[in-house]
């Protein structure tokens, strides 16, 4: 069983809307995040979350379309996208950390301990 499981990947047309989640089974952590990696480029960060304090840093490339929400009941993460663009597509991967640092190198792969496997969206014109 993933310690970190995410769920609601899909197809939709430009402008239109999906929200990820992502459970955290297994690991004690500070701030979860959605990166995403688009066929050819290297893996962005697109959102996270302070799971404390819902402290929360975008990329300026989706301020204003997604949102990134927690329910620290549940230990899991959501991603809410809307206005979705083609250039928004690629697989999408939960990541979370035990680093209680919130700044603004948050948004960095490498702050990160935990990943789960990833699931696609796709945007289409």
């Known amino acids: 069983q993933e310690k970190l499981a995410e769920f609601g990947g899909g197809s939709v047309q430009a402008g239109g809307s999906l929200r990820l989640s992502c459970v955290n089974r297994?690991?004690?952590?500070?701030?979860m995040a959605w990166f995403r990696q688009a066929p050819g480029k290297d893996r962005e960060g697109v959102a996270t979350i302070h799971m404390p304090t819902g402290g929360v840093r975008y990329a300026d490339s989706v301020k204003g379309r997604f949102a990134i929400s927690r329910d620290n009941a549940k230990a899991s993460a959501y991603l809410q996208m809307d206005n979705l663009k083609p250039e928004d597509s690629g697989v999408y991967y939960c990541?979370?950390?035990?680093?209680?640092?919130?700044?603004?190198?948050?948004?960095?792969?490498?702050?990160?301990?935990?990943w789960g496997q990833g699931t696609q969206v796709t945007v289409s014109s």
């Open positions: 990541a979370a950390t035990r680093d209680p640092a919130f700044s603004s190198s948050s948004l960095l792969e490498e702050k990160y301990d935990f």
């Open positions: 297994g690991y004690t952590v500070y701030k």
